[in-house]
Each structure stands twice: as structure tokens, then as C-alpha cells.
């Protein structure tokens, strides 16, 4: 069974960086990319950006780039998310988790998706 | 930027009611539309993808629709492990997230 296991909450303070990681096992690592994705509290989805597990490609989102860096060990098949810069706006629960690729079926074609999701890491940011 | 809109953002039902819930596109994203249900204190998990397919034991009280821009999330019958709080999702291009639309017991 395919599992993605986060690292523990973290509290830092305002400018510091904060680094979470994410686990996986149950599928060959390097077959698939990972997502991270960050819920604030109360609030809705945001995604971060995807990292290839095959050839470290990675794709940021636009408000977070120079701030966030993805990267992945495929000796832990493990993925990481390292942000810098922390504010109070950073406070959220980080999520990693897995993209299934998109196929066509006949004349029409399907987006990838996500799953299974890591159970999240609270980063608190607090002075 | 595709940006994904969800309507209502809240909705009150009973147990046995049929409810949809939907998800519009700022321009057309053919089926390329996922759907996710998040309970408090969990992470999300994956109910539709591909517009209209169940994930794997997913109950098919659950059904997704549509193609373009707009995009429905129909619970035949509500139980009460339905309420939770729903999210659509685009991979059109660079993914986004709806908003998401909390589903109350009434």
C-alpha cells in the first residue's frame, strides 16, 4: 500500500526557514512526482509546486518562487520542502503527496491527480 | 492563471438528500477537473478524477460531471460521513484548487 509520512510539527520564528519531510513507500520512488500542498488555518488549498522523483525537475508556484525549494533523496525515497523567509502568513499545514499522471482515452484527455496525501505537518511561525 | 470557483461555499443538508455542489473554470479545462474530500483534522483524499471516475472504493453515491468550464459533484444520497468539506481541482495547467464548499449537517 502507497504511504507518505511527514515529519513532525515545527515552530520557528519570523525569517527563519523551516524544512519538512515526506517518506514514501509502497511504489517505486522515482516512477512518480510529488506535490506539496499548504492549507492555512480555516482556509482552502494552495499548492506549492511539484518536483520530478525521476530527474529532480521541479515546478514552483509563482508567489512562492525564490522562497521555497523542493528536493528529493531517492537513496530515503524521501521528498523535502524547504521554505525561507517565514512570516506569520507562512503558518499552515503543509501536505505532500503523490501525482498520478493523466491519460487520454480515445479523442479525450484527463489531467493527472493526487493521491494518496501525507498526513501534514503544522509549521507555526511565531516571534 | 485558471481560476477554479465553487458554489455554494456552504450548504446545509440532511442525511438521505441529494446535494451538488459545483465548480466553475475562468476558461475551459476540457475534463481535466479532480475532486477531493477533506474532513476536520485530516488530510484531503481523493474521491473523483478525470472529471467523472471514482477512486477506488469510493461508494458510487458519489458522481462527478461535466466538460468546459463547468463542473458538478453530485451525492445521491447523503450519509453522515458526507460532511465534510469538498474541493475541486484543475491540472489544466498550473493546478489550482477551488475554494471549497463545507457540507453541514442541517
Known amino acids: 500500500q502507497v504511504h507518505l509520512v511527514q515529519s513532525g510539527g515545527e515552530v520557528r520564528k519570523p525569517g527563519a526557514s523551516v524544512k519538512v519531510s515526506c517518506k514514501a513507500s509502497g511504489y517505486t520512488f522515482t516512477t512518480y512526482r510529488i506535490t506539496w500542498v499548504r492549507q492555512a488555518p480555516g482556509q482552502g488549498l494552495e499548492w506549492m509546486g511539484s518536483i520530478s522523483a525521476y530527474n529532480g525537475h521541479t515546478t514552483y508556484a509563482q508567489n512562492l518562487q525564490g522562497r521555497v525549494t523542493l528536493t528529493t533523496d531517492t537513496s530515503t525515497s524521501t521528498a523535502h520542502m524547504e521554505l525561507r523567509g517565514l512570516t506569520s502568513d507562512d503558518t499552515a499545514v503543509y501536505y505532500c503527496a503523490r501525482i498520478v499522471p493523466g491519460y487520454c482515452a480515445g479523442s479525450r484527455c484527463y489531467g493527472d491527480w493526487v493521491d494518496p496525501w501525507g498526513q501534514g505537518t503544522l509549521v507555526t511561525v511565531s516571534s | 492563471d485558471i481560476q477554479m470557483t465553487q458554489s455554494p461555499s456552504s450548504v446545509s443538508a440532511s442525511v438521505g438528500d441529494r446535494v451538488t455542489l459545483t465548480c466553475r473554470a475562468s476558461q475551459s479545462i476540457s475534463g481535466y477537473v479532480n475532486w477531493y474530500q477533506q474532513k476536520p483534522g485530516r488530510a484531503p483524499e481523493l474521491l473523483i478524477f478525470?472529471?467523472?471516475t471514482l477512486q477506488s472504493g469510493v461508494p458510487s453515491r458519489f458522481i462527478g460531471s461535466g466538460s468546459g468550464t463547468e463542473f458538478t459533484l453530485t451525492i445521491s444520497s447523503l450519509l453522515p460521513e458526507d460532511f465534510a468539506t469538498y474541493y475541486c481541482?484543475?491540472?489544466?495547467?498550473?493546478?489550482?484548487f477551488g475554494q471549497g464548499t463545507r457540507l453541514e449537517i442541517k
Open positions: 478525470a472529471t467523472s
Open positions: 481541482q484543475q491540472t489544466y495547467s498550473t493546478p489550482r
